[in-house]
Structures are given as structure tokens and as C-alpha cells.
T-cell receptor, first 113, second 114 residues
Framework: AQSVTQPDIHITVSEGASLELRCNYS??????LFWYVQSPGQGLQLLLK??????LVQGIKGFEAEFKRSQSSFNLRKPSVHWSDAAEYFC???????????FGKGTTLSVSS | KAGVTQTPRYLIKTRGQQVTLSCSPI?????VSWYQQTPGQGLQFLFEYFSETQRNKGNFPGRFSGRQFSNSRSEMNVSTLELGDSALYLC?????????????FGPGTRLLVL
């Protein structure tokens, strides 16, 4: 069965420091991978997505993610975190067959000054 | 272009009642999906509609149902509410039902069942 694992429930990063949020997936075929961000009381906003091609994907707000097939991972990175990045981040996978997204449990990012 | 809108934003119901939530997709989007978000279970797929037809359904009891209208607007209904139905219900729209399509989420309807 398809699944997504985000090993870190909560991460605290100092403002200006780099960030890496981990995501591992389990899926038989080549998955479509997404990172979404959710601010308190808000819906989900797409940060970036990977379908095929270049395994390093650039997204909005300075985020990037790298698809590593051998490790079944799709980690999200940002070189310098801003206080406004504090939110909950979700990794998700879908299939070619349909749009149903399977989400990880999410990682809450706190930014300290 | 306006985003996905959901009404109402907040709702309080009691056990045994039923509730209907509404979702208006982005103009031109024909696929609408619904998700339930709870602290314990996280984000879970409920169902997806395209061209007024349910294409896909998650693992939820029959008390959860939905429909889509000819203008792509969608409603979901929960009958005989249980305490565990308290959640944030998110609607997402996309142009067509494909895994490659980006889903754009609304702000959600927060349902509290007492």
C-alpha cells in the first residue's frame, strides 16, 4: 500500500539557519510527489511538486526538494529560514491513476529568533 | 482568479444530526476532492468528483457522501454525526482528475460535534 512517512513531528530552527524536512514514501511505481504548507487556520498551499525529469525541484518561497529514487525520499530544503516559514509542512504522493493524495502526518516547523 | 471557497467556515452540531458542507472550485476546474483533517489521523482522502460523477472514494463509512453539480460546485454530507467526525474538512479542486494536476485547497470548514 502507498504510504508517506515524515519522521520528524516537530523541528525548531533558528532564523537564518538552513532547513531540511524529511519525507519517505512507499509506492510501487514512479510516484507524483508534492510538498504543501499549512499555516494555522488556513488550507494547504502547494510549495512544489515532482513528476519526472530533473530530480531537484524548485518551488515557491525559496524552497527546493530533491527526489532520490534509491532512498525513496523527497526531502524539502531551504537555505535560510525566515520567521514567516513557521507552519506545518506536509509531504504527499499521488498516482497516475487519480488525484487522491496520500499525506504524511506532517512536520511542524518552529523558527526561533 | 478567485480561489477555492468553502462554506460555512465553522460549524457546531450535536451527535446524531446531519451536516452539509459546500465547496466552490476555482473557475474552470472540474475535479473536486474532499479531505478530512484530524490531529490523530492527519489528512485523509474522502472522495473525488468529476463531471458530476464520483471517481474515487476513500475508506470512510457510508455516512459520508457527496455530490457535484453541473457547475462543478460540490457538497459533502455527513449523516448521523459522531463525536469523531469533529475535524477540518478541506476541499481541493483541479482542472482534471489526474495525479499530475495540482490540487488547490480551500480554507476548510471546521466542524465540531458535541
Amino acid at each position: 500500500a502507498q504510504s508517506v512517512t515524515q519522521p520528524d513531528i516537530h523541528i525548531t530552527v533558528s532564523e537564518g539557519a538552513s532547513l531540511e524536512l524529511r519525507c519517505n514514501y512507499s509506492y510501487g511505481a514512479t510516484p507524483y510527489l508534492f510538498w504543501y504548507v499549512q499555516s494555522p487556520g488556513q488550507g494547504l498551499q502547494l510549495l512544489l511538486k515532482y513528476f519526472s525529469g530533473d530530480t531537484l525541484v524548485q518551488g515557491i518561497k525559496g524552497f527546493e526538494a530533491e527526489f532520490k529514487r534509491s532512498q525513496s525520499s523527497f526531502n524539502l530544503r531551504k537555505p535560510s529560514v525566515h520567521w514567516s516559514d513557521a507552519a506545518e509542512y506536509f509531504c504527499a504522493v499521488s498516482s497516475q491513476a487519480g488525484t487522491a493524495l496520500i499525506f504524511g502526518k506532517g512536520t511542524t516547523l518552529s523558527v526561533s529568533s | 482568479k478567485a480561489g477555492v471557497t468553502q462554506t460555512p467556515r465553522y460549524l457546531i452540531k450535536t451527535r446524531g444530526q446531519q451536516v452539509t458542507l459546500s465547496c466552490s472550485p476555482i473557475s474552470g476546474h472540474r475535479s473536486v476532492s474532499w479531505y478530512q483533517q484530524t490531529p490523530g489521523q492527519g489528512l485523509q482522502f474522502l472522495f473525488e468528483y468529476f463531471s458530476e460523477t464520483q471517481r474515487n472514494k476513500g475508506n470512510f463509512p457510508g455516512r459520508f457522501s457527496g455530490r457535484q453539480f453541473s457547475n462543478s460546485r460540490s457538497e459533502m454530507n455527513v449523516s448521523t454525526l459522531e463525536l469523531g467526525d469533529s475535524a477540518l474538512y478541506l476541499c481541493a479542486s483541479s482542472l482534471v482528475p489526474s495525479g499530475r494536476e495540482t490540487q488547490y485547497f480551500g480554507p476548510g470548514t471546521r466542524l465540531l460535534v458535541l
